[in-house]
């Protein structure tokens, strides 16, 4: 033990004493903090290389978690967009009714007395369900715009925007049919 532990300062005679003996300790002490230091160090060394660790499988599940989201955004917005579009085209085929009923129907509303001189029906390619129809009828008058708005009122379809002209034995008449589900 004198070996491990001695004393700091050794007696002189008729100089000083030596040192206390509680002073032995100072020894020990750094005996102990020195290994206590290199099992700090191992301890706060290890715990570092453990929390890279973590932080870089934490950051690679970050970007696959980001990738993911992207992925799926990208996802979202095709369907939205395809949803978009079959939507449009939905209401286009919808708004976009046939006309050869209408036309047939014109045609038996005529009295004997009238006869169609001109019919157009023209089709808004932006609002599908909007006709514009313009039709001349010589003979019949306003009688005849009548029974025939009826007929075309009986196959659900309203005017917006009606003109009716009349001329010396001829009647023009424009306006826009709107089909109306009742």
């Known amino acids: 033990m004198d070996n491990i532990i001695h004393d ?42 453990a929390y890279e660790t973590s932080e870089t ?44 009923p209408v036309t047939a129907v014109i045609g038996r509303s005529m009295s004997k007395e009238s006869t169609i001189a001109e019919l157009s029906l023209d089709r808004n390619p932006e609002i599908p369900a909007h006709t514009f129809m313009q039709l001349k009828i010589d003979g019949g008058g306003s009688q005849q715009v009548e029974a025939t708005l009826n007929a075309i009122y009986a196959l659900n379809f309203q005017t917006y925007s009606a003109q009716q002209v009349k001329g010396k034995n001829s009647t023009d008449f424009q306006a826009t049919l709107i089909y109306s589900d009742r």
């Open 57 to 100: 499988s934490l950051r690679e599940r970050l970007t696959q978690a980001e990738n993911q989201q992207s992925n799926f955004l990208a996802q979202q917005e095709d369907v939205s967009s395809n949803a978009k579009r079959a939507e449009g085209i939905a209401k286009w085929l919808e708004g976009s009714r046939p006309l050869q």
């Open 8 to 49: 700091l300062k050794t007696e002189r005679q008729n100089v000083s004493e030596g040192l206390p003996p509680s002073f032995k300790l100072v020894p020990v002490a750094f005996y102990v903090v020195s290994v206590a230091t290199v099992f700090l160090s191992l301890y706060f060394y290890l715990s570092k290389k």
